[in-house]
Structures are given as structure tokens and as C-alpha cells.
């Protein structure tokens, strides 16, 4: 079964550094999503693609967070950099259709990547 | 805007024992609704969904879960647990665009269902 591929798993760093997490989406999906999931919470949308374009990046800080999804198929989310509030799950999801009947919020996650920063 | 309410952060309960989790949801457009589980430190599964239609939702798992306008709740239920469901339920929240995708999911901030021998 097609899976939605992250790495890395778990990333420590010192805060001030920069730090980035890979994101390849199933095969086909044409909506990609990032969410940040702090522990105890529910996950929070940071960005969202369709195809290559940023759709949604309401929640993004741009000051230090940023995402691209240049071809269209696998993402990167970086941040420069990282502080202790950032310690958190990241979570990359996609979904099938950019079309409304079809897309119906029915997303496929990966398994995270979880950051530490001390 | 739209928001969701998990009622309950932590439910305890005995193996075999029936389950019930709920959910609030506002919004002021129609919406279609979700429950995700999640296992410590993994990411989010699918486990039931409701589009439209009969308003009980069936879902993997022998979970199932009711959707009741009138009361804007997607509670989910179980009729007898196992210890294997221990995990964090999450409700969501999809909200329909009229001009555009639904594509934006807002989550509650989850349930932690811990099943006990």
C-alpha cells in the first residue's frame, strides 16, 4: 500500500540552527499539506500545496518557517531558525483530487518527523 | 470559521467495556466530518468519515460514529473495546467551499482512550 514517506523520524538540534524535514507524498496526490502537531494537541495546518502552489500558509511564521514544493511531488520544510517552541511532531499529509467532489478532507499522513530543540 | 470540540482530553476505560467519544463541531456551512486515531508517534489514520447520507457512519475497527445536525455532534462509539484501541482519537472538521475544493481540516485537540485489563 502507498505510503506517505518523511524523513527524518526524530531530529534534535540546539535552538538557533536550522533544521528541515522531507515530505514525498503518495504517487499522484495533488494536494500536499504540512501540520504541526504540539504533544497534547491537535494538529494545526501550517501550509498547504496544490501541485507546486501555496494555497494556504496562513498559519506559516514566514520569519522563520518556510516550505517549497518545486516540481509539484515531494516538499521540504525548513526552519532558521529553530527555537524551544518549536519542539513539536510535523506531520506531512496529501490527498488525492484537487477536484471539490472528490477532495473531501480525506488525507493520508506520514508517520512525522519529531523535533526536539534545546 | 469553523471549530471542534473534544469534550473529553482522557477516557479511561476497562477491556470489553463499551466507549463513547464526543465531538462538537460549529460552523456556520455544511461540513463533512472525521475521526483519526493515532498511535504513539505515528501519524494519523482514517478511521471513519462522514460525506452525507445515513447519518451512521461505520468505520474500520467496529468503530462507528453518528452524525446529528440539529445537536452539531459526530460522537464516536465502540460497543466493546480492546486493548489494542488504546490510542489519541482525533475529531475533524472539513469545511465545503463553494467555490472551490474542500480541502481545509481543522482538528479538535484530541481524546486519549486508554484501555485497561
Known amino acids: 500500500e502507498a505510503e506517505v514517506a518523511q524523513s527524518p523520524r526524530y531530529k534534535i538540534t540546539e535552538k538557533s540552527q536550522a533544521v528541515a524535514f522531507w515530505c514525498d507524498p503518495i504517487s499522484g496526490h495533488a494536494t500536499l499539506y504540512w501540520y504541526r502537531q504540539i504533544l497534547g494537541q491537535g494538529p494545526e495546518l501550517l501550509v498547504q500545496f496544490q501541485d507546486e502552489s501555496v494555497v494556504d500558509d496562513s498559519q506559516l511564521p514566514k520569519d522563520r518557517f518556510s516550505a517549497e514544493r518545486l516540481k509539484g511531488v515531494d516538499s521540504t520544510l525548513k526552519i532558521q531558525p529553530a527555537e524551544l517552541g518549536d519542539s513539536a511532531m510535523y506531520l506531512c499529509a496529501s490527498s488525492r483530487s484537487r477536484d471539490r467532489n472528490s477532495n473531501t478532507g480525506e488525507l493520508f499522513f506520514g508517520e512525522g518527523s519529531r523535533l526536539t530543540v534545546l | 470559521a469553523q471549530s471542534v470540540t473534544q469534550l473529553d482530553s482522557q477516557v479511561p476505560v476497562f477491556e470489553e467495556a463499551p466507549v463513547e467519544l464526543r465531538c462538537n463541531y460549529s460552523s456556520s456551512v455544511s461540513v463533512y466530518l472525521f475521526w483519526y486515531v493515532q498511535y504513539p508517534n505515528q501519524g494519523l489514520q482514517l478511521l471513519l468519515k462522514?460525506?452525507?447520507?445515513?447519518?451512521l457512519v461505520k468505520g474500520i475497527n467496529g468503530f462507528e460514529a453518528e452524525f446529528n445536525k440539529s445537536q452539531t455532534s459526530f460522537h464516536l462509539r465502540k460497543p466493546s473495546v480492546h486493548i489494542s484501541d488504546t490510542a489519541e482519537y482525533f475529531c475533524?472538521?472539513?469545511?465545503?467551499?463553494?467555490?472551490?475544493?474542500?480541502?481545509?481540516?481543522?482538528f479538535g485537540k484530541g481524546t486519549l482512550l486508554t484501555v485497561n485489563p
Open positions: 475533524a472538521v472539513s469545511r465545503r467551499n463553494s467555490g472551490g475544493s474542500n480541502y481545509k481540516l481543522t
Open positions: 462522514y460525506l452525507s447520507g445515513s447519518t
